[in-house]
């Protein structure tokens, strides 16, 4: 692989750590790799500084409906990055790295389920007919779809990136002509200083306003419903009263929660604590993780947790992708069905106080998470980056 400095555009709308996993993904790709590469990031809104990494602002004339914006996120990008490096002029890039959904980019990487799959996966017949009619008569569909089809069009130098060998089984069955030229690069972990001490544990929970000596189980996310939250909130009826909950994440659907919360007398021992820009005081203050989500085509929270030795309590592999890495009873409990309020709970009862379960399943979740750390998954996705450009450049010369 050769040596030479690339100059780098990575396209996100989103570019801030508290806004989710994926936007966690791209930005810890950019800190491990900015000191060998002029990185340019393109964003709508950035709450990130990085030495070396120079942050261009793209305007955004309307955010609703997101389908335009999207659209206009794409065409804007495409504009800006378009030219290809001139080493004389100091201008153009050499890889363009989309973490969107773009019709341009040499590098795509995905992080959620493909709008192909979301639409027509298991219809057939009438179904299928009454689907197609519902996409061809929606102008937000149709921009999403036709997007998603040219973002995936085979072309010289162009790499495709899922985060797990889940969604790439499903991105294969939706994309068959771009599997050749994809591969994957999971999420990757800063490993976090161990041991955590109690007196690290306590003063955690003083920064975050949780209670000193209660048993306390993390949840982490943004999509409230999506990840499970409900069901994490249903199953303290059936623990200790002692047991709280802390729920990290910035959610549009925070209302519904408070509600539930307080309709079934939950006030006390469920702590809301927002959008957090550094989530290690959490895991340092928690003693396990519900993550007992319905779609989730890795989950970086899983992997925080499981570095910081926490035990963790996460949906199978059919909705969790990090799960078809784990064992049961091993290195985590996994559960077949995330809505299963009962198996949750008995789950969540079991890390909480059977002492040689929690030992083991931290210790276990440690060594694990060992194998994510960010240096690693950097030099892959580097790799992929001077393999695009390469092919590119060759193709390129040759016409």
């Known amino acids: 692989m050769t040596a030479r400095r690339l100059r780098i555009a990575v396209l996100n709308r989103t570019f801030s750590p508290t806004a989710g996993g994926a936007e966690r993904y791209s ?77 341009h980019g040499d590098v795509q990487t995905v992080h959620v389920l493909p709008v192909k799959h979301n639409l027509f996966h298991g219809r057939t017949g009438w179904r299928l007919a009454l689907r197609w009619l519902k996409v061809l008569t929606s102008p937000r569909l149709l921009v999403y779809l036709s997007l998603e089809h040219l973002r995936y069009a085979v072309r010289p130098g162009r790499a495709a990136v899922v985060t797990s060998d889940s969604l790439l089984a499903i991105f ?98 469920v702590f809301f604590l927002g959008a957090l820009d550094d989530v290690g005081p959490a895991y340092r203050a928690a003693d396990c993780l519900a993550h007992p989500t319905l779609e989730d085509t890795f989950a970086m929270v899983v992997l925080e947790a499981m570095a910081h030795c926490l035990p963790v309590v996460v949906s199978s592999a059919k909705y969790c992708g990090i799960a078809g890495l784990l064992d049961e009873g091993v290195n985590a409990l996994l559960l077949a069905e995330p809505r299963d309020v009962v198996a949750l709970s008995d789950g969540l009862c079991r890390v909480l106080n059977d002492e040689g379960l929690k030992t083991k399943l931290a210790q276990a979740a440690r060594v694990f998470a060992e194998n994510f750390e960010w240096s690693a998954r950097a030099a892959v996705q580097e790799e992929i980056y001077y393999a695009s450009w390469a092919i590119r450049d060759k193709s390129e010369t040759a016409t």
């Open 27 to 103: 930005i810890a790709l950019v800190e491990q790799l900015a000191a060998k590469h002029d990185i340019h990031v393109f964003a709508q809104s950035i709450e990130h500084g990085w030495p070396g990494v120079t942050y261009h602002l793209v305007k955004t004339p309307m955010r609703r409906p997101r389908w335009v914006n999207q659209l206009w996120f794409a065409t804007a990008t495409w504009w800006a990055t378009k030219k290809r490096f001139d080493p004389d002029l100091g201008t153009g890039f050499d890889v363009v790295h989309s973490h969107e959904n773009t019709w």
């Open 172 to 269: 294969n069955a939706n994309y068959p002509i771009a599997a050749d030229m994809t591969s994957v690069v999971t999420p990757g972990i800063a490993l976090p200083r161990l041991p955590i001490s109690q007196a690290d544990k306590y003063a955690a929970r003083q920064q975050l306003g949780l209670p000193q000596a209660q048993p306390c189980i993390l949840f982490v996310g943004n999509d409230f419903r999506k990840k499970g939250l409900s069901a994490v909130i249903d199953s303290l009826h059936a623990l200790s009263e002692q047991v709280v909950l802390a729920v990290v994440g910035h959610s549009a659907q925070l209302p519904g929660f408070h509600q539930q919360v307080q309709a079934a007398g939950l006030g006390a021992r």
